[in-house]
T-cell receptor, first 117, second 115 residues
Framework: AQKITQTQPGMFVQEKEAVTLDCTYD???????LFWYKQPSSGEMIFLIY??????QNATEGRYSLNFQKARKSANLVISASQLGDSAMYFC??????????????FGGGTRLMVKP | DSGVTQTPKHLITATGQRVTLRCSPRSGDLSVYWYQQSLDQGLQFLIQYYNGEERAKGNILERFSAQQFPDLHSELNLSSLELGDSALYFC??????????????FGPGTRLTVL
């Protein structure tokens, strides 16, 4: 079974509008972390936001917020006021803490976001 | 700039050859992770080193090996290369190596093309 599922292979959003990128995860580990990374066409992976499984509040970082619904096992990324520079691939990733000797991340397949002017 | 450096940026080689990818973590980071990003497999964890010792292993082929040196830089060795090894290879680093929130900082990647 997929541990991280991103069901939207590609999305368009109008500049200045908000957009939600979906991510669902599967784990039986009570302690885990969820990450979102951005990969522009240049290829680098840029960390955007983190949510811990025990965090009571949804994480926010500037224009990025994470809509964490633990019971539904979803961790959707919300980008407010989209900018042309937000056009990129977005990856959701999970770190499981109990059966994870290191801190390896498991990634979803990604969503390609395209911002229209 | 994440502070993680990887060399070379691009590598083109032939099947059957051996290559070495190099990674220098951010100053102070003890953990180094290697990931492979390919079109068919997506982003996959290969291996992690913490302070010179192997900490975790993922979907790493036997033809691949890695090590972390006393100065904490790491090398990923790929041998008997096949066409399917063509991918973007990322190195990432983080401060700790055990369960804790610590963001992994990714390097720019090495794009390997096997012809």
């Amino acid at each position: 079974a997929q541990k991280i599922t991103q069901t939207q292979p590609g999305m368009f959003v109008q500049e200045k509008e908000a957009v939600t990128l979906d991510c669902t995860y599967d784990t039986s580990d009570p302690s885990y972390g969820l990450f979102w990374y951005k990969q522009p066409s240049s290829g680098e992976m840029i960390f955007l936001i983190y949510q811990g499984s025990y965090d009571q509040q949804n994480a926010t970082e500037g224009r990025y917020s994470l809509n964490f619904q633990k019971a539904r096992k979803s961790a959707n990324l919300v980008i407010s006021a989209s900018q042309l520079g937000d056009s990129a691939m977005y990856f959701c990733a999970m770190r499981e803490d109990q059966n994870n000797a290191g801190n390896m991340l498991t990634f979803g397949g990604g969503t390609r976001l395209m911002v229209k002017p | 700039d994440s502070g993680v450096t990887q060399t070379p940026k691009h590598l083109i080689t032939a099947t059957g050859q051996r290559v070495t990818l190099r990674c220098s973590p951010r100053s102070g980071d003890l953990s180094v992770y290697w990931y492979q990003q390919s079109l068919d497999q997506g982003l996959q964890f290969l291996i992690q080193y913490y302070n010179g010792e192997e900490r975790a292993k993922g979907n790493i082929l036997e033809r691949f090996s890695a090590q972390q040196f006393p100065d904490l830089h790491s090398e990923l060795n790929l041998s008997s290369l096949e066409l399917g090894d063509s991918a973007l290879y990322f190195c990432a680093s983080s401060v700790a190596g055990v369960s804790a929130y610590n963001e992994q900082f990714f390097g720019p990647g090495t794009r390997l093309t096997v012809l």
